[in-house]
C-alpha cells in the first residue's frame, strides 16, 4: 500500500488570510452605507473553511458507502449539492465531488475520509488555500448573476440544491443556489479580488451591504 502523507496545513490563528483579504471587507462593513434590509445584494466572504476534493467510483458500493459512514451525507448526483450543517457535499463530474467543512476541522475530516476509504482506489486532496466560498443574498442576486453569467438561473433551470461551474465575468467558478434568496461562489484565489470588483460593479445599481 502506498503511504499517504497527510498533515495539518492551516497556519496557527493569525496567520491565515483569505482569498479577499486585501479588499478589507471587514473595514468596508464598519463603513458601508446600507444595511441589509435596505441592500439588494448582500455580500459576505464565508473565508477560511475547509474545502476537499474527493475523486472515486460513485457506482462502487463500498465507495459510496465509506463516505455516508465518514460524512453522514449521501454524494450527490449530476449538478446537485447536499448539506448537513455547515458540511456541504457537492458533485464536480461523474467522478469528483467538493466537500466543504467548518475552517480548522479539514485536517480531521480529511484522516477520518482516507480511514473509511483505506483500500480503494479514490483520491482525497485539501485544496483549502486555493479557494474562497462568497455568499450572495437578498432580492435582486439573481438580476445580478444575469448580468454576469450566460447559465440560466431562471427558477425553472436553477432550483435551490443545484450547483454548476460555469463562466462567470470572463472567468469560471462554482455557483450554488443554496436558498431561496441566497447564492453562494466557489472562487479560485487567483480569480478572488477580480470576482470581488466585479462584484462591486455590478451590483452597483441594486445596492451592495457587506458582512464581515
Known amino acids: 500500500m502506498t503511504a499517504v502523507n497527510v498533515y495539518k496545513q492551516r497556519p ?12 478589507g471587507l471587514d473595514e468596508l462593513a464598519r463603513k458601508a452605507p ?15 473553511l475547509g474545502h476537499l476534493t474527493l475523486r472515486g467510483d460513485p457506482d462502487d458500493s463500498n465507495f459510496t458507502g465509506a463516505v455516508h459512514k465518514a460524512l453522514g451525507l449521501e454524494l450527490p448526483g449530476a449538478l446537485a449539492l447536499v448539506s448537513r450543517g455547515d458540511t456541504s457535499l457537492q458533485w464536480l ?21 482516507r480511514e473509511a476509504l483505506a483500500g480503494q482506489h479514490c483520491q482525497v486532496v485539501n485544496v483549502s488555500g486555493g479557494q ?38 470572463k472567468s469560471q467558478l462554482v455557483i450554488r443556489h443554496t436558498g431561496e434568496d ?14 470581488w470588483l466585479w462584484l462591486q460593479d455590478a451590483s452597483a445599481e441594486y445596492g451592495l451591504a457587506i458582512e464581515a
Not at 496557527?12 to 479588499?23: I, K, N, R, T
Not at 441566497?182 to 470576482?195: C, K, N
Open 182 to 195: 441566497t447564492w453562494e461562489l466557489v472562487v479560485r484565489r487567483s480569480f478572488a479580488d477580480y470576482i
Open 34 to 48: 446600507l444595511n441589509k434590509s435596505s441592500a439588494g445584494v448582500t455580500l459576505r466572504e464565508n473565508k477560511l
Open 132 to 169: 474562497t466560498l462568497v455568499e450572495l443574498s437578498g432580492p435582486k442576486v439573481r438580476e445580478l448573476l444575469m448580468k454576469s453569467t450566460s447559465y440560466d438561473v431562471h427558477p425553472r433551470n436553477f432550483p435551490v440544491g443545484k450547483a454548476v461551474g460555469t463562466v462567470f465575468a
Open 93 to 113: 463530474g461523474p467522478d469528483e465531488w467538493l466537500l466543504i467543512v467548518p475552517g480548522g476541522s479539514e485536517f480531521a475530516v480529511e484522516q477520518k475520509l
Open 12 to 23: 496557527d490563528a493569525g496567520y491565515a488570510e483569505s482569498p479577499l483579504f486585501h479588499a
